[in-house]
């Protein structure tokens, strides 16, 4: 049933593109393959976080996304970004082909999935994987601005966001080279997030560092610790994000915070901690997850009731 529609769909987007979106160009995605796009999109479906970001940033609103990691609705960070109305198609790695044939796309960017779902969508119109997992979110954004043709777009954000790396750094000060402990909490318990998450990536770029303790490989983030180990989550300031304003997470840190393990730390008991938005800070992120993580760190460092720490840190 799902080809018979895809065939279908092919025959009216191939009616239906516009005399300027005809021309079309070789791309590679993420894993090397040649695509065929055209050469000016302008019906762009975005099936994950850091594909719709990337898109927004470089000036364009697509027609159609999924919903923000572990939200019902568009990423919580971006609604401000977002110029015009978007189309829902689905959850995370959960895209409703149905939805998607409606739209007639003439360029959908992608997450990785699995073959036969990268086959299905490309029967609906050119698909293009733009990351792999772990890769830093400039290469991906360097990529996903060559797929839309929009090189001199992506220049541009670039050199804005290399401002802000620069007025983020004079607002840091003599905090600059000190750690930050970034923490996932889950229903179960709490996570750190390992060193070459998203969020380390801004981390670094800012002057700062992520603890001793949390330099594990990968960017994925640890096993929820018990509150016996939550000595792990120590740093100079810390971070702590759920990826939803509410629920079974939420909860468990609320009550995790009256435990005597949890008010213990000295991050803690210093006030240099602060609640973020998980989506933002503990997923795959892209340009415009980017500036929002530094405006955080700022903001983090510069708590008017932060005190110094009772020791230093042991390595």
């Known amino acids: 049933m799902l080809f018979r529609h895809a065939a279908l769909a092919l025959a009216l987007i191939f009616t239906s593109i516009t005399a300027s979106a005809e021309a079309t160009r070789v791309v590679k995605d ?3 393959n ?29 027609i159609g996304t999924v919903n923000g990691r572990g939200q019902q609705t568009l990423p919580r960070y971006l609604m401000s ?10 959850d995370l790695n959960r895209p409703n082909m149905e939805a998607i044939l409606e739209l007639e796309p003439d360029l959908i960017l992608t997450m990785p999935n699995r073959p036969e779902v990268i086959a299905l969508l490309n029967e609906i119109a050119p698909t293009v994987v733009t ?40 607002a840091i000060g003599d905090k600059l080279g000190q750690s930050i402990s970034v923490v996932r909490w889950n229903p179960k318990g709490p996570a750190y997030m390992f060193r070459d998450s998203f969020a380390s990536q801004v981390i670094y770029d800012a002057g700062m560092v992520r603890p001793p303790h949390q330099q594990d490989k990968g960017h ?49 008991q210093a006030q240099r901690y602060a609640a973020v938005d998980g989506s933002l800070w503990t997923s795959v992120g892209g340009p415009l997850a980017a500036l ?24």
């Open 131 to 170: 990351f792999s997992y772990g890769e830093n979110w400039q290469n991906v954004f360097t990529r996903t601005a060559n797929i839309l043709n929009r090189n001199e777009q992506a220049s541009a954000f670039m050199t804005r966001y290399n401002q802000a790396v620069t007025d983020a750094k004079a």
């Open 81 to 90: 970004e977002i110029a015009g109305p978007i189309q829902i198609v689905g």
């Open 292 to 315: 929002s993580v530094l405006k955080d760190i700022v903001n983090l460092v510069n708590q008017p009731t932060a005190t110094p720490l009772a020791r230093t840190l042991e390595p």
């Open 220 to 268: 994925t983030h640890s096993q929820s610790l018990s509150l016996e180990a939550l000595h792990h989550l120590e740093g100079d300031w810390m971070v702590i994000g759920t990826l939803s304003t509410n629920g079974e997470a939420v909860d468990a840190m609320e009550q995790a915070k009256s435990t005597p393990a949890f008010k213990q730390l000295q991050v803690i």
């Open 30 to 32: 993420a894993q090397g």
């Open 34 to 62: 040649e695509v065929i796009v055209p050469e000016t999109p302008l019906r762009v479906i975005t099936l994950s976080e850091i594909d719709l970001d990337a898109t927004i940033a470089l000036g364009m609103t697509p």
